[in-house]
C-alpha cells in the first residue's frame, strides 16, 4: 500500500462536514487543511482557536476532545504546532485542529470551558512546552517540580551536562 | 491546599475543613499518586490529585531514538499492558509508512492484545478487590495472570516488557506448542471468572460498598475526557475496536459490555463482563488464525531472518543499514488510536522525514480518566475514595510517563 500524496486543496476538502461548517462560520479562521494517511488537520488561526471548538461543539460535529498536544519545529518560525484532535463518537470520525504559534513566548487561548477535559492537556502543554493557555483555571506545572526551570520538550533545551 | 485558596480564611467559625494527604506512598493508590484531600470530618469536600512523581521524559528519550527503538520505551509506559502499547505505536509508525502487515501478525496481534487485556483486567480484579478488603481474589487472580505471563514467555523471551511487536510484524514466530497453551488458557479461563464472580459478584459487603458510590453521568464523562470501559459503565456505547476498527478487528465478532449506572459497581461490571468477552476473540483469534507470513515484505524496516543474514549477502546489509542508521519515514503525522484495557489510547508521532520521530506523543487513557476522580470523589466519604480509584483502574506509569 503506497502512500497517497496528501491533498492539500481546500476546494476538494470542502465536502467534508468538518471543514464546511468551518468554512461556513468564518472564513478567516480556516488557514489550510490537508488530508494526508486518511487523517484530517486543519490549521485554525491563533486567534479564533477557541471558538472554532466551540462551533463545532455546538453544531455536534464533535463531542469528545481526545487529546491536546504540542510540537515543536525549531528553529522554524513559527515554531510550536498545537494540536487537539477531536472526536465524534456519532459519526465515528477524527479531526485535528491545529494552530501554529510564533515565538518564544507564545500564548493562545485555553479550550478548558468548553471541554474540562483539557485542564491536564494543556497544564502538561504548558510544563513541557512553555506555551500558556489564556483562561485556564489552574495553570501550573504538572510533571515536572515546581520549581524547575525550562521547558524539556522544546527542541532547543538541552539533553546533556549540568542544567 | 492553601495556594488553591485566594482567599484565606479569617472566620474561625467558618474554618471547619483540614487537609488531608493520601499518597504517594498509599498502597491503594495503586502506585505513585498524591491525592490532596481538603476534608469535613469524613467528607470529601475538595480533592486535587497531585501526580509526576514517575515522570521519566519518556516523549522526550524517543525524540533521540530510531523509530525501532521506541517500541522499548512504550513497554515502560503502560507495564500492566505493554503489548497493546507495542501496538498502538506500531500501528502509528505503519500507517506514517503507509505499510501492509500480514494478516498472520495481524491477528496474533489481536490475540496477543486480547491476552493482555486479560492480564491487565486480572491485576485491575485483584487489587480493586483487595482494596474493598476481599483479600483472596487477589490470589485468585495472580494465578491466572502467571499462566498468561508464562504465555508472554514463551512468545517473547519476556513476561513483562515483551518489545514483540515490531514495525512491520512480529518479533519472531511463536514457538512450538505456543497455541495449545494458549488454547488450553482458554479453555479453562471461563470457569475461573466464574470463580471470581462466585466470590464477589453476590457478595453483600462487595455490593453495599460498591453500589452507588462514586457516580458520573454520561455528560460530566465525555465532557471530563473519561473514555474505555468507565464510559460504557456510564452508558456510553463506544469502542474503538468495533465503531473505529484497527489490526483487522473488523473480523471478529464480540459484544461490548455498556451499563447504565456509571457507579463503581458498573464499572466493575463491565470489566467483568470484557474478561469473558476478550477470551471470546482471542479464541477467535486462535481458531482462525491464517497461515503466512509475520513480517511484512520490506527488507529496508523489517530485520531479516537470522537464518538469512548466514547465506546472504543483502540481508546482512540490510539488517546492518537498519541497526545502524535506522531506517527513515516520509514526514508527516499521525494520531492512531486504540483501544487499550483502560480506554482511548493514542500516540501521535511526527516524523520530519529522518530516521528518529520528531515528536511522540503519548494519549494516555489514565491520564484523562484520573481528571474524572475528583468529580467522583467530592462529597462523599474518604472510604470511597479508595473504592473509586480502583474503579477507573490506573496505572501511574502511564500517567506521568
Not at chain 1, 500564548?107 to 474540562?116: A, F, I, N, Q, R
Not at chain 2, 515483551?162 to 514457538?175: C, E, K, V
Not at chain 2, 531472518?305 to 535506522?326: N, P, S
Not at chain 2, 530516521?355 to 484520573?370: D, I, Q
Request: aromatic residues 10%; hydrophobic residues 40%; proline residues 6%.
Amino acid at each position: 500500500m503506497p502512500l497517497a500524496a496528501p491533498v492539500t486543496d481546500l476546494e476538494q476538502l470542502k465536502d467534508r462536514p468538518v471543514v464546511a461548517a468551518l468554512l461556513a462560520w468564518n472564513v478567516n479562521a480556516v488557514e489550510e487543511a490537508k488530508f494526508d494517511r486518511d487523517e484530517l488537520s486543519i490549521y485554525i488561526a491563533r486567534e479564533f482557536i477557541r471558538d472554532a471548538c466551540a462551533h463545532l461543539k455546538a453544531q455536534g460535529l464533535t463531542d469528545f476532545l481526545s487529546d491536546v498536544t504540542c510540537a515543536d519545529f525549531y528553529p522554524r518560525q513559527p515554531r510550536f504546532e498545537m494540536a487537539y484532535h477531536l472526536l465524534s463518537m456519532q459519526r465515528k470520525e477524527r479531526v485535528r485542529l491545529k494552530v501554529r504559534l510564533e515565538g518564544d513566548d507564545a500564548s493562545l487561548e485555553s479550550v478548558t470551558p468548553l471541554w474540562p477535559s483539557a485542564n491536564f492537556f494543556e497544564r502538561e502543554v504548558f510544563d513541557l512546552f512553555g506555551i500558556r493557555f489564556l483562561g485556564h483555571p489552574y495553570l501550573r506545572r504538572i510533571m515536572m517540580p515546581e520549581d524547575w526551570e525550562g521547558h524539556p520538550l522544546r527542541k532547543d533545551y538541552p539533553v546533556e551536562g549540568y542544567r | 491546599m492553601g495556594h488553591l485558596n485566594a482567599n484565606p480564611v479569617l472566620d474561625a467559625a467558618a474554618d471547619k475543613t483540614m487537609i488531608l494527604n493520601m499518597g504517594p506512598q498509599h498502597p491503594s493508590t495503586h502506585g505513585v499518586l498524591r491525592l490532596l484531600l481538603e476534608i469535613d470530618g469524613e467528607a470529601v469536600v475538595r480533592m486535587m490529585p497531585d501526580i509526576g512523581f514517575l515522570h521519566t521524559g519518556i516523549e522526550k528519550t524517543c525524540e533521540a531514538k530510531f523509530y525501532q527503538q521506541v517500541v522499548p520505551l512504550t513497554d515502560r509506559i503502560d507495564y500492566l499492558c505493554p503489548m497493546v502499547n507495542n501496538l498502538c505505536y506500531v500501528l502509528a509508525v505503519e500507517k506514517l509508512l503507509g505499510m501492509e502487515i500480514p494478516p498472520r501478525a495481524q491477528w496474533m496481534r489481536v490475540m496477543l492484545a486480547e491476552l493482555q487485556r486479560i492480564s491487565s483486567h486480572l491485576v485491575w480484579l485483584g487489587t480493586h478487590a483487595m482494596d474493598i478488603g476481599a483479600m483472596s481474589v487477589f490470589l485468585y487472580c495472580f494465578r491466572e495472570r502467571e499462566e498468561l505471563l508464562r504465555i508472554y514467555e514463551m512468545v517473547s523471551g519476556q513476561r513483562m516488557m515483551t518489545s514483540y511487536f515490531r514495525i512491520g510484524g512480529l518479533a519472531l514466530d511463536p514457538p512450538l506448542g505456543f497455541f495449545e497453551k494458549v488454547k488450553k488458557f482458554l479453555d479453562t479461563f471461563p470457569e475461573k471468572v466464574d470463580e471470581y464472580e462466585n466470590l464477589l459478584t453476590g457478595n453483600r459487603i462487595f455490593i453495599d460498598r460498591l453500589k452507588d458510590v462514586a457516580h458520573i453521568s454520561a455528560e460530566d464523562g465525555l465532557l471530563i475526557g473519561l473514555s474505555g470501559p468507565s464510559l460504557r459503565a456510564s452508558g456510553v456505547d463506544f469502542d474503538i475496536r468495533r465503531d473505529m476498527p484497527y489490526s483487522s478487528y473488523e473480523k471478529f465478532k464480540f459484544k461490548v459490555p455498556v451499563s447504565k449506572d456509571g457507579d463503581v459497581w458498573a464499572r466493575y461490571v463491565c470489566r467483568v463482563q470484557e474478561l469473558r468477552e476478550s477470551r471470546e476473540i482471542a479464541k477467535q483469534a486462535l481458531e482462525g488464525l491464517p497461515d503466512g507470513p509475520t513480517k511484512a515484505d520490506a527488507p529496508k524496516v523489517v530485520l531479516p531472518d537470522r537464518e538469512k543474514m548466514k547465506t546472504q549477502m543483502e540481508a546482512l546489509i540490510y539488517h546492518f543499514k537498519i541497526v545502524t542508521e535506522g531506517f527513515t519515514v516520509p514526514a508527516g503525522e499521525v494520531y492512531q488510536t486504540i483501544e487499550s484495557p483502560r480506554g482511548e489510547m493514542g500516540y501521535y508521532v511526527v516524523s520530519d522525514g529522518t530516521a528518529k520521530p520528531m515528536r511522540v506523543h503519548m494519549r494516555s487513557p489514565s491520564y484523562a480518566n484520573l481528571q474524572a476522580l475528583p468529580q467522583m470523589c467530592e462529597g462523599r466519604l474518604i472510604a470511597d475514595v479508595v473504592a473509586a480509584i480502583g474503579s477507573i483502574d490506573i496505572v501511574l506509569g502511564e500517567i506521568d510517563r
